[in-house]
């Protein structure tokens, strides 16, 4: 399984930004999705979810209200739409992918930078 992430760039506080990521190679039966991102010094740290049916969704509580996560099953996508963005969401957004709804990622994509700018 490959995965493309895009989306990233600068955006000004309070912008938003959309980003995508595209599932291709092997695919499974059923999938889930996420994001997580980097901050330079930190430790990656989960953002969002979205498991196959997308009915069951999570979300870090630093970006719930602000980020929405959806997918398209047929396309093999995943999207994170983010909205009044923050300096503290600069980062190296990730994408991944799990088979089934638990348990580990198995599966990564090689990161988009968000640069939030005040």
């Known amino acids: 399984v490959q995965l493309q992430a895009s989306g990233g760039g600068l955006v000004q506080v309070g912008g938003s930004l959309r980003l995508s990521c595209a599932a291709s190679?092997?695919?499974?039966?059923?999938?889930?999705m996420g994001w997580f991102r980097q901050a330079p010094g930190k430790e990656r740290e989960f953002v969002a979810s979205?498991?196959?049916?997308?009915?069951?969704?999570y979300y870090a509580d630093s970006v719930k209200g602000r980020f929405t996560i959806s997918r398209d099953n047929r396309k093999n996508t995943v999207l994170l739409q983010m909205n009044s963005l923050k300096p503290e969401d600069t980062a190296v957004y990730y994408c991944?992918?799990?088979?089934?709804?638990?348990?580990?990622?198995?599966?990564w994509g090689q990161g988009t930078l968000v640069t939030v700018s005040s």
């Open positions: 979205i498991n196959w049916g997308g009915l069951s969704i």
């Open positions: 190679g092997r695919t499974f039966s059923s999938y889930s």
């Open positions: 991944a992918l799990r088979r089934g709804d638990f348990g580990s990622y198995d599966y």
